[in-house]
C-alpha cells in the first residue's frame, strides 16, 4: 500500500512534534518533512512532493494563505489542508479562496485529523462543522450589492478573489493596469469594502467564485 506523504507546516515546534508522532504511528501516512514557516513550506513542498500539505495559517515570514497561494500557483493539483484555531471571516473565506481543499480546527480530535487527511488525499473536501455553519449562515444573508457590477467588473472581482494582483489580472483578462485599477475601484464602491480581502470574502459568501 502507498503511504499518504504528508508534510507539516506549523510555526510552533511542539504542535510539529505531536503531529508528526501521531502522524508516524498511521498505517497508510508518511511525516516526509516539517516546516516552521509558510515560505519554508513553499520550498519544501517543492522538493518533497507530498500528497498533502498540512498548513498553520498564522505565521512569520509567509502566512498560511500567502504559502497556501504560492504553492497552488506553482503546482494547482497539490491538494492542503488548513489546520487553524482560528475561525474568524478573515481567515476561513481567504483560505478557501486560496484553494485549500480542507479546514479543520486544532480542536479537533487526534484521528479526526488523520482521518482528514485521508479524506484530502482521496481528492474530497473537508470543512469542520463550525466553517461549514459559517459559510451556511453567509449564504442566507441577502445582499445583493453584486447585482450593480458590471460584467466586466464581475469578471475582475472573480480573478482578484483568487488572489492575483492587479498586474497578474492585466495580464489574464487581457487589459491594462490602468484598467484593472479602475474596475477595482469600482468594485469596492459598490460592495462597500475597503480592501481585497474584504472583497474576497463577499464573493465566497455570495458564491461568486
Do not use: C
Not at 93 to 116: D, H, R, V, W
Amino acid at each position: 500500500m502507498n503511504k499518504i506523504k504528508l508534510l507539516i507546516v506549523d510555526d510552533h515546534q511542539m504542535v510539529r512534534l505531536g503531529l508528526s508522532s501521531f502522524m508516524g504511528i498511521q498505517p497508510d501516512i508518511e511525516v516526509v518533512g516539517e516546516a516552521s514557516d509558510g515560505e519554508s513550506g513553499f520550498l519544501k513542498a517543492e522538493a518533497l512532493k507530498p500528497d498533502v500539505i498540512l498548513m498553520d495559517l498564522v505565521m512569520d515570514r509567509l502566512d498560511g494563505i500567502g504559502s497556501t497561494q504560492k504553492i497552488l500557483a506553482r503546482d494547482p493539483e497539490q491538494k492542503i489542508l488548513i489546520l487553524t484555531s482560528f475561525i474568524d471571516d478573515e481567515k476561513v473565506f481567504p483560505a478557501l479562496a486560496a484553494g485549500a481543499k480542507g479546514y479543520i480546527l486544532k480542536t479537533s480530535q487526534a484521528a479526526e485529523i488523520a482521518n482528514a487527511v485521508r479524506k484530502v488525499a482521496a481528492g474530497e473536501d473537508v470543512l469542520s462543522e463550525a466553517v461549514k455553519e459559517k459559510i451556511a449562515q453567509q449564504k442566507h444573508r441577502r445582499h445583493e450589492l453584486y447585482d450593480d457590477l458590471s460584467k466586466r467588473e464581475l469578471e475582475v472581482l472573480k480573478v482578484l478573489a483568487t488572489g492575483l494582483s492587479n498586474q497578474d489580472i492585466a495580464d489574464k483578462l487581457y487589459i491594462s493596469l490602468k484598467t484593472v485599477k479602475t474596475h477595482v475601484s469600482n468594485i469596492f464602491t459598490k460592495l462597500e469594502v475597503s480592501d481585497r480581502t474584504q472583497a474576497t470574502i463577499y464573493a465566497i459568501q455570495h458564491g461568486l467564485v
